[in-house]
């Protein structure tokens, strides 16, 4: 029930849309949500499917993960001058890698492709809850000390912090099992994302050796993101801090290092002290929704202007703050006005679902409520098919969706919106069910 759960919970970031698209199969952030695209792991456990990957990238042909995997002992040798680059010795490059074998079940993960997704209200609903508040307030209140040593070193707030945890793993409930290691040289050997993973694997080499974490505790997702809050390991190099003082940056034993770690990752992707995410706001019907972009940013005051205003009648503190517009659930749900910190969470992990149920946590932690207005859960979310349908529908009536994938990226939420103000619907660029009807029917 445990490795359910925990696998479950795993694939809600890569299941999440609305306007809030859902992650690509094999995305992979430097720090974030274990990076699992799927929601569940075959019945065969970690056995390889033995299938050609479904992205249909040459290296993810059945025959060619067979061919890499056959080559994995010379693709680790062929790593060695870039350990070399890293101090790390041949004595130790040979001692940590020896032994080490692909595991080719991670192919399927890295190329799944999941037919259902989960509209963003329900992820939200799992990720932040009165059971997930109610924890991460114990956690405030056990490790006080160490969020308050962050905070007044890094100057990123606590709560934010305390959310990161919770998000990612439930508060270090479902950090994943796999071998950080083995799950990287895996990557940097086989498959499509090569080039991308030599780093990581060099870099988990380079923590192995240097004695930050040890080998039996450097375990984490298939993708290689490990600890309670998910550091990948070149995330790690960059950001990682003793926040203990013991001579080491332990980001998986340590609170106190692994506070301090999150806080700095933060801090040095642009953090302003002060300030708040976002605000939840209410978004008029006749706004011209072509300005809920994110690179549509004006001050709160002349949102103000545009009929936005804040959920619940309550003021906004600094009409002067810049932000940008966002609508996960069209003109149906609720609108939230976004500030320059919702984008330094979004360097942590780059997908709106995921920086929007951080805020909200944080803010429930502080104390605040839920979302005033309702999301429109009476709505169905498309299908991965049925969106892939809807772009190509979109594509014959005209409209540039860039390459129809099933994903509903910026391209096609500009798209939706064309065709919607077309129709006489109000433009905001929510793919409902009843849109796709309206362009399956030609008209």
Not at 81 to 99: M, N, V
Request: with cysteine.
């Amino acid at each position: 029930m445990r490795n359910t759960r925990k696998l479950f919970l795993a694939g809600l970031l890569a299941l999440a849309v609305g306007a809030c698209p859902a992650l690509g199969a094999g995305d992979v952030e430097e720090t974030g949500s274990i990076p699992i695209a799927a929601g569940t792991e075959r019945p065969d456990g970690r056995n390889w499917s033995g299938e050609d990957g479904a992205s249909g990238h040459p290296l993810m042909t059945a025959a060619a993960i067979r061919a890499a995997a056959a080559d994995f002992p010379n693709c680790i040798e062929r790593m060695w001058p870039l350990a070399a680059k890293q101090r790390i010795s041949r004595a130790s490059f040979e001692r940590l890698t020896a032994g080490l074998t692909p595991e080719l079940r991670i192919m399927d993960l890295l190329d799944s492709q999941p037919e259902f997704t989960k509209a963003i209200w329900d992820y939200l609903d799992i990720l932040v809850n009165d059971r997930r508040v109610s924890r991460g307030r114990e956690m405030l209140a056990k490790y006080a000390a160490q969020f308050e040593a962050a905070e007044r070193a890094y100057g990123v707030d606590r709560y934010i912090i305390a959310a990161i945890w919770g998000v990612e793993t439930d508060y270090g409930a479902i950090g994943g099992d796999r071998p950080v290691l083995r799950s990287t040289a895996t990557l940097a050997c086989v498959g499509r994302r090569q080039r991308y993973f030599r780093d990581e694997f060099i870099a988990a080499l380079d923590i192995i050796n240097r004695g930050d974490v040890k080998p039996d505790r450097l375990v984490g997702s298939w993708a290689g993101a490990f600890g309670p809050t998910q550091f990948m390991p070149t995330a790690f190099k960059r950001y990682a801090v003793d926040g203990d003082h013991d001579g080491r940056r332990d980001v998986i034993d340590s609170m106190a290092d692994l506070v301090a770690s999150t806080a700095n990752n933060l801090n040095k992707t642009g953090w302003q002290t002060g300030e708040t995410w976002g605000y939840e706001v209410v978004v008029p019907a006749n706004l011209d929704f072509m300005l809920a972009d994110k690179s549509k940013i004006m001050t709160v005051r002349d949102w103000e202007r545009h009929g936005i205003v804040r959920a619940g009648g309550q003021p906004f503190p600094r009409p002067n703050d810049r932000a940008f517009l966002l609508v996960p659930a069209g003109v149906q749900g609720p609108g939230f006005l976004m500030l320059p910190n919702f984008r330094v969470i979004m360097r942590y992990n780059p997908s709106e679902a995921y920086a929007l149920a951080i805020g909200h946590l944080a803010d429930r932690l502080r104390g605040g409520g839920p979302f005033v207005q309702d999301w429109p859960r009476y709505e169905r979310v498309l299908t991965r098919a049925e969106r892939l349908e809807l772009q190509q529908l979109l594509e014959r009536h005209g409209h540039d969706v860039g390459e129809p994938d099933g994903r509903l990226g910026a391209k096609t939420r500009e798209a939706l919106r064309d065709f919607q103000a077309r129709i006489g619907r109000v433009p905001d660029g929510f793919a409902s069910a009843g849109v796709l009807e309206r362009l399956r029917s030609g008209r």
